[in-house]
């Protein structure tokens, strides 16, 4: 157990819905990330916050939005969905900002299905 | 843009030591090579981290050059267990902060 956790464990919904998955990071980390992995694929990183401030931002689409809130814990919506969209979606927290001496603890993931 | 580059795949056996490189052409000067190990529907796990020379610890070695223009993860006498999917994770050099992930490579352990 990472100490990370994410609701829900699996979604499934329909094309042109919108959803928001949350991610709550272990206790004391500062930093949150968004990552889809897509069936069989590699990890995309989506986007990053630090203490509540947008601090990297990777391939997330403009469809796709994040936001931290003070007690730490993470939400990511996507809206429009298209069938394209279904993949794994995990959250992964560290204590701080970069990659030096800040190992990220992942969650079990949010399964994402779209029909 | 940096870009990283691993093999696709990879087979062994039961004790045997294999070595995973990872290319990564332009990393940023001041970040660090990660190496994760993921199981199919988990999320990747944190296996070892290093900026130069060698690093060991309790389950791997990491070895990188002087030009840090790659690195390679060693895993001495793998296991069964030991199948899973490795990516490396590098920092851009080209941007102000990125998180550039490898494409994985798919270890098999054979008995």
């Known amino acids: 157990d990472s100490g990370v956790t994410q609701t829900p464990k699996h979604l499934i919904t329909a094309t042109g819905q919108r959803v928001t998955l949350r991610c709550s990071p272990r206790?004391?980390?500062?930093?949150v990330y968004w990552y889809q992995q897509s069936l069989d694929q590699g990890l995309q990183f989506l986007i990053q916050?630090?203490?509540?401030?947008?601090?990297a931002k990777g391939n997330i689409l403009e469809r796709f939005s994040a936001q931290q809130f003070p007690d730490l814990h993470s939400e990511l919506n996507l809206s429009s969905l298209e069938l394209g969209d279904s993949a794994l979606y995990f959250c992964?927290?560290?204590?701080?900002?970069?990659?030096?001496?800040?190992?990220?603890?992942f969650g079990p993931g949010t399964r994402l299905t779209v029909l | 843009l940096a870009k990283t580059t691993q093999p696709i795949s990879m087979d062994s056996y039961e004790g045997q030591e294999v070595n995973i490189t990872c290319s990564h052409n332009n990393i940023a000067t001041n970040d660090y090579i990660t190496w994760y190990q993921q199981f199919p529907s988990q999320g990747p796990r944190f296996i070892i981290q290093g900026y130069k020379t060698k690093v060991t610890n309790e389950v791997a070695s990491l070895f990188i050059p002087a030009d840090r223009k790659s690195s390679t993860l060693s895993l001495p006498r793998v296991s069964l267990s030991d199948t899973a999917v490795y990516y490396c994770l590098v920092g851009d050099g080209d941007s102000n902060y990125q998180l550039i992930w490898g494409a994985g490579t798919k270890l098999i352990i054979k008995p």
């Open positions: 206790s004391g980390d500062l930093s």
């Open positions: 916050y630090y203490n509540g401030e947008e601090r």
């Open positions: 992964a927290s560290s204590a701080s900002y970069g990659l030096a001496y800040n190992e990220q603890f």
